[in-house]
């Protein structure tokens, strides 16, 4: 298994980003997803989760109305779209894999800061 992210970068408050996760080494249609954030400090919380066929997703309270889950079973790629970020919002950004058999997979992470 192995999930790459990227788009991470410095925007100003207010301003948007797209991350991706890029998935291979299983079956990326038959799994739910996960987006996960750590900031300094702090421990990793989860942000946002779509289901196997993205019909159903689910957001943190902090992030609701201003993040967008969504994925590609085409490409074995999810994505988080974040618009109107806030300083608050500074994070490492992880992708998450929970199999059947109860392995967690997770990727390198992207980095996002929020700050003028």
């Known amino acids: 298994v192995q999930l790459v992210e990227s788009g991470g970068d410095l925007v100003q408050p207010g301003g948007s980003l797209r991350l991706s996760c890029a998935a291979s080494?299983?079956?990326?249609?038959?799994?739910?997803m996960r987006w996960y954030r750590q900031a300094p400090g702090k421990e990793r919380e989860l942000v946002a989760a779509?289901?196997?066929?993205?019909?159903?997703?689910n957001y943190a309270d902090s992030v609701k109305g201003r993040f967008t889950i969504s994925r590609d079973n085409a490409k074995n790629t999810v994505y988080l779209q974040m618009i109107s970020l806030k300083p608050e919002d500074t994070a490492v950004y992880y992708c998450?894999?929970?199999?059947?058999?109860?392995?967690?997979?997770w990727g390198q992470g992207t980095q996002v800061t929020v700050s003028s």
């Open positions: 998450n894999l929970r199999r059947r058999n109860g392995l967690t997979y």
């Open positions: 779509i289901t196997s066929d993205g019909g159903s997703t």
């Open positions: 080494g299983f079956t990326f249609n038959s799994y739910a």
